[in-house]
């Protein structure tokens, strides 16, 4: 699949010479091994059966919930639709040979995992890659005529982060309202001098869970969401953070290879009724950290159907007790019949997970995974691999992305059922991130992901079992001590 063209014309995207979060966070770790000694063994060792309990709980009420449950409910512009309308709009979804047991099964569970409703009559964009992204986003925030919601991980002051605050800035002049949620830990390299410029200009911003001596118990909790929400009829959902070098490589000295390296990025660009959804997950991420949110009745205008797409929002949060993304990517694979197809930046799941994947593979489902070969956090690159041989015993097909730096998470299941979103398959996004994706139904949308993974398929490697049973010792070790470590990733 080509790459689609930009909308819109970058200014001053220039190098940058700060080292990146994964280096950083390393050499702190180093510091703080040496300084604590032992001790940090322990602490470990109850942290990581602590997470492990705690998805392990979350697996055992996982599927229970949904023995009982009611059939899906699909939702309008004008409420929720009958009984007969819902199954009527999902029919129209499942394969002709009948009903399948993904849109039966994994929808039932999905209901009683979120009481977020199944959206019908929405409009949804594929969008690949820095250029198409950035240019659709920043088409849309220059149209804005009431109010731009915006929630990052990074925001960076470089020039494409200065080139999206100052077009804040100018909407914020012309009367329109701006809210602006940032990580304050993924954002920890911006100055606050960027921040205050905003500020001034009358931008409403709050970092998410700011580091410090109060917050040392819940340090791991980050917003790793990625959301754009314009005028509360468009939203950009998907893993771009707003960072230069997530456009093209940049042309300084930096060390760093991820830096040098094109970014395989995802988004989806949706109009319609869901658009709501995604606006009160803002509102409630807002009001966890201010304490009360956005003026809302402007912010949550009627909408009417725009498009065929049935769209559900979903968002988790570290401190839930069930982690509703990760339980519906489990649903979807344990219901999956004819394929399944990752795209995924930073592969380290648990072992249920690896189950789930497996037994998959083992019941005829075609399982295909097209993971990063380069990426800017070696040791989750390397505990990720250590699943590989598991994997590839079971028949599941991996490939590593070559000549880009694979930062995509997507995954679409027997060509009816589609997400993408910010959430990765490792412990970090399961256990310890704030998460938000778009899960998208229909055949058509499907055939769109297929063609966009068979085009990141032919620019992979495929990693065969004979080759991967010939690597060295030294890389089996660098494996089993990445994978000791995977819980903090």
Same mark, same amino acid.
């Given at each position: 699949?080509?790459?689609?063209?930009?909308?819109?014309?970058?200014?001053?995207?220039?190098?940058?010479?700060?080292?990146?979060?994964?280096?950083?966070?390393?050499?702190?770790?180093?510091?703080?091994?040496?300084?604590?000694?032992?001790?940090?063994?322990?602490?470990?060792?109850?942290?990581?059966?602590?997470?492990?309990?705690?998805?392990?709980?979350?697996?055992?009420?996982?599927?229970?919930?949904?023995?009982?449950?009611?059939?899906?409910?699909?939702?309008?512009?004008?409420?929720?639709?009958?009984?007969?309308?819902?199954?009527?709009?999902?029919?129209?979804?499942?394969?002709?040979?009948?009903?399948?047991?993904?849109?039966?099964?994994?929808?039932?569970?999905?209901?009683?995992?979120?009481?977020?409703?199944?959206?019908?009559?929405?409009?949804?964009?594929?969008?690949?890659?820095?250029?198409?992204?950035?240019?659709?986003?920043?088409?849309?925030?220059?149209?804005?005529?009431?109010?731009?919601?915006?929630?990052?991980?990074?925001?960076?002051?470089?020039?494409?982060?200065?080139?999206?605050?100052?077009?804040?800035?100018?909407?914020?002049?012309?009367?329109?309202?701006?809210?602006?949620?940032?990580?304050?830990?993924?954002?920890?390299?911006?100055?606050?001098?960027?921040?205050?410029?905003?500020?001034?200009?009358?931008?409403?911003?709050?970092?998410?869970?700011?580091?410090?001596?109060?917050?040392?118990?819940?340090?791991?909790?980050?917003?790793?969401?990625?959301?754009?929400?314009?005028?509360?009829?468009?939203?950009?959902?998907?893993?771009?953070?707003?960072?230069?070098?997530?456009?093209?490589?940049?042309?300084?000295?930096?060390?760093?290879?991820?830096?040098?390296?094109?970014?395989?990025?995802?988004?989806?660009?949706?109009?319609?009724?869901?658009?709501?959804?995604?606006?009160?997950?803002?509102?409630?991420?807002?009001?966890?950290?201010?304490?009360?949110?956005?003026?809302?009745?402007?912010?949550?205008?009627?909408?009417?159907?725009?498009?065929?797409?049935?769209v559900r929002a979903i968002a988790s949060r570290a401190n839930q007790p069930v982690a509703l993304i990760y339980a519906t990517l489990l649903s979807a694979i344990n219901s999956a019949e004819?394929?399944?197809?990752?795209?995924? #930046?930073?592969? !380290?799941?648990?072992? %249920?997970? =690896?189950? *789930?994947?497996?037994?998959?593979?083992? /019941?005829?489902?075609? @399982?295909?995974?097209?993971?990063?070969?380069?990426?800017?956090?070696?040791?989750?690159?390397? #505990?990720?691999? !250590?699943?590989?041989? %598991?994997? =590839?015993? *079971?028949?599941?097909?991996?490939?590593? /992305?070559?000549?880009? @730096?694979?930062?995509?998470?997507?995954?679409?299941?027997?060509?009816?059922?589609?997400?993408?979103?910010?959430?990765?398959?490792?412990? %970090?996004?399961?256990?310890?991130?704030?998460?938000?994706?778009?899960?998208?139904?229909?055949?058509?949308?499907?055939?769109?992901?297929?063609?966009?993974?068979?085009?990141?398929?032919?620019?992979?490697?495929r990693i065969t079992k004979r080759e991967w049973d010939r690597r060295s010792l030294w890389e089996r070790m660098r494996e089993g001590f990445a994978s000791m470590w995977e819980w903090w990733?």
């Open positions: 699949m080509s790459e689609p063209t930009s909308r819109y014309e970058f200014q001053g995207v220039g190098s940058s010479t700060s080292v990146t979060i994964g280096t950083r966070l390393r050499q702190r770790v180093r510091a703080l091994w040496r300084r604590i000694g032992s001790a940090a063994i322990v602490v470990s060792a109850l942290a990581l059966l602590a997470g492990c309990s705690n998805l392990q709980r979350s697996d055992k009420r996982l599927f229970s919930a949904a023995l009982e449950t009611a059939p899906p409910v699909v939702t309008s512009s004008s409420g929720p639709l009958s009984r007969r309308q819902s199954e009527a709009v999902l029919k129209k979804l499942e394969r002709k040979r009948g009903p399948a047991t993904l849109l039966k099964h994994h929808l039932a569970v999905e209901q009683a995992l979120t009481s977020n409703d199944l959206v019908a009559g929405n409009r949804v964009t594929l969008l690949e890659n820095g250029p198409a992204i950035y240019g659709a986003m920043f088409d849309a925030v220059s149209h804005a005529r009431r109010n731009i919601n915006v929630e990052t991980y990074i925001l960076s002051d470089d020039g494409l982060g200065r080139e999206f605050a100052n077009l804040l800035i100018r909407k914020r002049s012309e009367g329109v309202a701006v809210n602006v949620i940032y990580d304050a830990l993924g954002s920890r390299d911006t100055p606050r001098s960027f921040f205050d410029l905003m500020a001034k200009a009358g931008i409403r911003l709050t970092a998410f869970n700011p580091l410090g001596i109060n917050t040392l118990g819940t340090v791991n909790n980050r917003d790793h969401r990625k959301l754009l929400i314009v005028d509360g009829r468009t939203v950009f959902v998907g893993g771009m953070n707003l960072r230069a070098f997530f456009v093209r490589p940049l042309n300084g000295d930096s060390v760093d290879e991820s830096r040098q390296l094109p970014w395989r990025e995802t988004d989806v660009e949706i109009q319609g009724p869901v658009v709501a959804t995604f606006q009160k997950f803002f509102f409630a991420h807002w009001k966890s950290q201010r304490g009360s949110p956005p003026v809302p009745s402007e912010y949550l205008p009627p909408l009417r159907p725009v498009g065929n797409y049935v004819k394929s399944i197809y990752i795209t995924d #930046a930073y592969f !380290s799941p648990n072992r %249920r997970f =690896l189950n *789930a994947l497996t037994a998959a593979a083992k /019941r005829g489902v075609d @399982v295909e995974m097209i993971l990063p070969s380069k990426t800017d956090a070696k040791l989750v690159l390397e #505990a990720g691999r !250590s699943n590989y041989a %598991r994997l =590839l015993d *079971a028949g599941v097909k991996i490939y590593e /992305r070559q000549d880009y @730096v694979l930062h995509a998470k997507t995954m679409v299941i027997d060509g009816v059922w589609s997400t993408v979103g910010s959430t990765n398959l490792d412990w %970090r996004s399961f256990l310890h991130n704030d998460e938000v994706n778009a899960v998208v139904l229909g055949r058509g949308f499907g055939r769109k992901m297929e063609a966009m993974f068979a085009a990141d398929r032919r620019g992979s490697n990733f």
